[in-house]
């Protein structure tokens, strides 16, 4: 089943040919590939899974060291 997108050159929803499953730089999967018409870059964020997310390092808040308020 191909997953369909938006293409913005056609201005109507279009199968996406040649997709790939990413991760957006902020974690969250996406699908990118061509318009079967027209050929235009086309890109659809989230669904699909994507590839795994990067996990998120835990860190310690800093203690004191601001002015105090009176």
Known sequence: MATVGYCVKCKA???IKGER????KNGRPATTGTCTVCGT???KIGGGGGAKPKAKKATAKKKGKGKKRK
């Open 13 to 15: 929803k279009r199968e």
């Open 41 to 43: 870059k086309m890109f």
């Open 21 to 24: 499953q990413i991760t957006m």
